[in-house]
């Protein structure tokens, strides 16, 4: 859970300190429901491309579409940004190149 902000707002700046407290609590709650993974990948620096391939892998299985083509570009997009975010995601990294070991022999 996230430390509260400290706010030393003018009266001007009261009902400006009430919505941005209100967007911290709705992400909050949206984030306590979200898996590891997802909360480790969304941690990094891969944050917004991570979102983007989630969203599109969502809308094609919900569409019935085939998903690898589907989100051919934005998946390429989050493995550049990984890479260019080793530190982060190097764990995701290991596991997805044993994977792709494991299917070639």
Known sequence: ?????????????EEKH?????ALEKEEEQEEGECGFCLFMKAGGCRESF???EKCVAESEMNEEDVAEKCFEVTAALKKCMQAHRDHYAPILRLEKAAEEEAAN
Do not use: F, K
């Open 1 to 13: 859970m996230r430390q509260p902000l400290l706010w030393h707002c003018s009266t001007g700046e």
């Open 51 to 53: 979102i983007a391939w």
């Open 18 to 22: 009430q919505e941005d407290e209100g």
